[in-house]
């Protein structure tokens, strides 16, 4: 069965630190590949989305992500984060279309 | 924001009790979903809805039903609820299955007690 594995169940770091948050899926077909930030007491927002093309993709404040298919990751960096990045983050794959297999989260927190 | 809205937002009830959640979308998107989010868990599916009146079972479906009379509407319901069944729900749509992103709701929080 498919599956998706967040290294990190938490990650604490200094503001204006690099971060990068880990994601390795099972699947040897084609995928489709998400990140997804949770701000406390909030639903979940797309950060950024891989579906084809180009294997970095990047998002609105800062964050980037990368397909790596022979590694089977999508793993999520920022170069420099900020306290408002403080949130549960959570990597979401699907294949072949079918239904999105979540991981179970990491819990980013940014320390002044 | 997506426009969808769940309903309530909290809510307190006893054991045993029938409870129905709302998702209300103004987006026309054609799939729905349900989601319980507990701590060491993550995300996991209860339900699902590809169409009005067309759905199918997640990977905790146990003690829920849904029901979908309109495309806007995906109404999840927990026939007797139990303590396990505390949690915080979430609705989501998206235009495709596995190929495009879902857009969630803010959540509803129950607990029974």
């Known amino acids: 069965a498919q599956s998706v594995t967040q290294l990190d169940s938490q990650v604490p770091v200094f503001e204006e630190a690099p971060v990068e948050l880990r994601c390795n899926y099972s699947?040897?077909?084609?995928?489709?590949l998400f990140w997804y930030v949770q701000y406390p007491n909030q639903g979940l927002q797309l950060l950024l989305k891989?579906?084809?093309?180009s294997t970095l993709v990047e998002s609105i404040n800062g964050f980037e992500a990368e397909f790596n298919k022979s590694q089977t990751s999508f793993h999520l960096r920022k170069p420099s984060v900020h306290i408002s990045d403080t949130a549960e983050y959570f990597c979401a794959v699907s294949s072949n279309n079918r239904k999105l297999i979540w991981g179970l989260g990491t819990s980013l927190a940014v320390n002044p | 924001d997506a426009g969808i809205t769940q309903s309530p937002r909290h809510k307190v009830t006893e054991t045993g009790t029938p409870v129905t959640l709302r998702c209300h979308q103004t987006e026309n998107h054609r799939y729905m979903y349900w989601y319980r989010q507990d701590p060491g868990h993550g995300l996991r599916l209860i339900h699902y809805?590809?169409?009005?009146?067309?759905?199918d079972k997640g990977e905790v479906s146990d003690g829920y039903s849904v029901s979908r009379s309109k495309t806007e509407d995906f109404l999840l319901t927990l026939e007797s609820a139990t303590s396990s069944q505390t949690s915080v729900y979430f609705c989501?749509?998206?235009?495709?299955?596995?190929?495009?992103?879902?857009?969630f709701g803010d959540g509803t929080r129950l607990s029974i007690l």
């Open positions: 699947s040897s077909v084609s995928v489709y």
């Open positions: 989501a749509i998206s235009d495709g299955f596995g190929d495009q992103p879902q857009h």
């Open positions: 809805s590809y169409g009005v009146k067309d759905t």
């Open positions: 891989y579906l084809s093309g």
